[in-house]
Nanobody, 122 residues
Framework: VQLQASGGGLVQAGGSLRLSCAAS????????MGWFRQAPGREREFVAA????????KYADSVKGRFTISRDNAKNTVYLQMNSLKPEDTAVYYC????????????????WGQGTLVTVSS
């Protein structure tokens, strides 16, 4: 599965952004899609995940109540709506695909997009 992330940019603290991740290829094999992020000097961390065929979602505690993950199966696209952004949300955001699990571990996801940079200024 090929993934193309977009929607990053520069936003002031308290603002909003919506990231998109378009999937192509063997999308019928998908079980879940996730968003991860990596700040400079830090490890890649889980942000949110959604089952491909159901509405089940998971969120990291740090984004719960501020971020919403959703999907449009007709467009093979997953979204991450980010509200009330904070400077600590600054990172490169990656979307990823998992064919077997609905997890939060980076190692569980098989396919990755190229990343999109989100910068939140204070």
């Amino acid at each position: 599965v090929q993934l193309q992330a977009s929607g990053g940019g520069l936003v002031q603290a308290g603002g909003s952004l919506r990231l998109s991740c378009a999937a192509s290829g063997r999308t019928f094999s998908l079980y879940a899609m996730g968003w991860f992020r990596q700040a400079p000097g830090r490890e890649r961390e889980f942000v949110a995940a959604i089952k491909w065929g159901r509405s089940d979602t998971k969120y990291a505690d740090s984004v719960k109540g501020r971020f919403t993950i959703s999907r449009d199966n007709a467009k093979n696209t997953v979204y991450l709506q980010m509200n009330s952004l904070k400077p600590e949300d600054t990172a490169v955001y990656y979307c990823a695909a998992d064919r077997l699990r609905f997890g939060i571990d980076v190692k569980e996801y098989e396919d990755w997009g190229q990343g999109t940079l989100v910068t939140v200024s204070s």
